[in-house]
């Protein structure tokens, strides 16, 4: 025994790897956040080709919302932690700034087109 452990003299029980279908928690999240960029980005190409299809520009700020609040905090999350080194608090910093401008994007889709 270590630490206040062992000057509390308590027995302490190993911590367990928590495992999901085999897999370990990492890969899990890895897989999870795939899943996740997969399916906005389904959504997002929906939201494009509606907006190609009649031209609304709502419609293509729906579609960079959706993008950036799925695609693309996913493929900035590991690039920049692989490329970079960076620490989790600048991985942190890049995911939350996508998921402001798709916010934002999503709330001017909510307006009214500009009548000329």
């Known amino acids: 025994m270590t630490g206040l452990a062992a000057v509390a003299g308590?027995?302490?029980?190993?911590?367990?790897?928590t495992t999901v279908f085999g897999l370990d928690e990492e890969t899990t999240?890895?897989?999870v956040g795939l899943a996740s960029a997969a399916l906005g980005s389904v959504v997002a190409w929906t939201a494009y080709r509606g907006y190609?299809?009649?031209?609304?520009?709502?419609?293509?700020?729906l579609a960079v919302g959706v993008a950036f609040l799925t695609v693309v905090p996913f493929a900035l999350s590991h690039t920049v932690d692989l490329a970079t080194g960076a620490t989790?608090?600048?991985?942190?910093?890049?995911?939350t700034a996508c998921h402001l401008?798709?916010?934002?994007?999503?709330v001017r889709s909510f307006?009214?087109?500009?009548?000329?």
């Open 88 to 95: 989790d608090a600048t991985v942190l910093l890049v995911v």
């Open 52 to 61: 190609a299809r009649n031209e609304s520009k709502p419609m293509l700020f």
């Open 29 to 31: 999240i890895f897989f």
């Open 111 to 116: 307006r009214r087109p500009d009548t000329a």
């Open 101 to 106: 401008l798709g916010l934002v994007s999503i």
């Open 10 to 17: 308590l027995r302490v029980a190993p911590v367990l790897e």
